[in-house]
Nanobody, 126 residues
Framework: EVQLVESGGGLVQAGGSLRLSCAAS????????IGWFRQAPGKEREGVSW???????YYADSVKGRFTISSDNAKNTVYLQMNSLRPEDTAVYYC????????????????????WGQGTQVTVSS
C-alpha cells in the first residue's frame, strides 16, 4: 500500500525557511514521480516542484531559486527546502506520487497523480 506522510509545516516570518518532509512507503523513488503541490484558501491546487524517478528537478516559476526538492532514497523521503519565504507562499502543502512514469517524463498536473499525503500547513507572516 502506497502511503505519503508530510511533516515540517508551521508558522514562519517572511524571509524565513522551512523544510518539508514527505515520508513514503509502498514504493521506491526509482519507479515513481513525486510532486509537491500547494493549495491556498479559495484557490486551486497548484504545482510547486517535481522530481521524476530521481531525475532532474523542476520548479514552478514562483518558487524557482527559493525552493529545492531532494530525495533520500535510504530513508524513502522527499524534502522540500523552502527559503526566502513570502506571505504568498502560505498554503497547505501536499506531496503526491504516481508510478508507471517513463524516464524523462514529468507529470506536472494535479490530475496526473494517484497518491496524496494529508497535507501540512505553511503560514508565512509579513
Amino acid at each position: 500500500e502506497v502511503q505519503l506522510v508530510e511533516s515540517g509545516g508551521g508558522l514562519v516570518q517572511a524571509g524565513g525557511s522551512l523544510r518539508l518532509s514527505c515520508a513514503a512507503s509502498g514504493f521506491t523513488f526509482d519507479d515513481y514521480a513525486i510532486g509537491w503541490f500547494r493549495q491556498a484558501p479559495g484557490k486551486e491546487r497548484e504545482g510547486v516542484s517535481w522530481l521524476s524517478r530521481g531525475d532532474v528537478p523542476y520548479y514552478a516559476d514562483s518558487v524557482k531559486g527559493r525552493f529545492t526538492i531532494s530525495s533520500d532514497n535510504a530513508k524513502n523521503t522527499v524534502y522540500l527546502q523552502m527559503n526566502s519565504l513570502r506571505p504568498e507562499d502560505t498554503a497547505v502543502y501536499y506531496c503526491a506520487a504516481v508510478g508507471g512514469v517513463g524516464r524523462g517524463v514529468i507529470p506536472f498536473r494535479v490530475f496526473e497523480y494517484r497518491y496524496w499525503g494529508q497535507g501540512t500547513q505553511v503560514t508565512v507572516s509579513s
